[in-house]
């Protein structure tokens, strides 16, 4: 298992020291990901992609920090599924997607007695919803969906599409980024913060070679591309 999780300095600014129920709580979203090989490192790669995105649209430092976070706790819910239904390689039955669905619920429900922690429920309980309306849970539209969760669903996308899946193939970069435009047409996606990730995927991550080379995505390659990024879209 990686480290106890460290929050970045996000704004040259020392950060407030993580309470030790909060290190439990991220120790545990790494231990979700350790379930399995193929996701190891997720939780990393959608905190730096999602803050990178967030210092492009302008976010203050509040806002980076909760993105930040939720990037680690989006999927923390996923404890609570069994593994004959996370790493099931065939179809899901409507019965099992019922219950892969509540993995949003269930994080809220980890990370809610932590005040410290508030600005991050958004992001895991409503990462799922669509820009229609047709997402998960609450089906919410458009500009209901929280702006943080819209951020952070935009790079899990991307990044689960150009990850192994027991359910399926990596993705090339370009395969993925044609789906996510195919998802934004469709109605599915805010079609304002694709746009920065496809810009910001133009101009940084798609030149952080090492960061897709291999299983394991070399982070630091990525924050070296990232850390002279600044607002300017």
């Not at 790669?45 to 989006?74: C, E, N, Q, W």
């Not at 999927?75 to 179809?91: E, R, Y």
Request: hydrophobic residues 40%; neutral net charge.
């Amino acid at each position: 298992m990686r480290p106890c999780f460290q929050e970045p300095d996000v704004t040259g600014e020392s950060e407030t020291v993580v309470s030790e129920t909060e290190r439990i709580l991220f120790a545990l979203a790494q231990a979700v990901e350790q379930r399995d090989r193929h996701t190891a490192g997720h939780g990393e790669r959608l905190a730096t992609i999602s803050v990178a995105m967030g210092i492009v649209m302008g976010l203050d430092r509040a806002g980076l920090l909760a993105l930040y976070r939720g990037g680690y706790l989006h999927d923390v819910g996923k404890v609570g599924i069994p593994d004959s239904i996370l790493f099931k390689t065939g179809k899901l039955t409507e019965q099992e997607w019922a219950v892969m669905r509540t993995h949003t619920t269930r994080g809220v429900e980890i990370c809610r007695h932590l005040k410290s922690l508030a600005p991050v429920m958004p992001i895991i309980r409503h990462h799922h919803e669509r820009w229609d309306g047709s997402g998960y849970p609450d089906g919410l539209c458009g500009e209901e969906i929280p702006l943080m969760a819209r951020v952070v669903q935009t790079a899990d996308i991307y990044d689960a599409l150009t990850s192994p899946r027991p359910y399926k193939h990596v993705y090339s970069p370009a395969r993925a980024l044609r789906l996510l435009r195919e998802e934004t047409e469709r109605g599915w996606r805010d079609p304002r913060v694709v746009r920065v990730f496809l810009q910001l995927h133009k101009d940084v991550i798609s030149k952080a070679a090492a960061y897709t080379a291999g299983s394991d995505r070399n982070l630091e390659a990525m924050r070296a591309a990232l850390f002279n990024l600044q607002p300017r879209l």
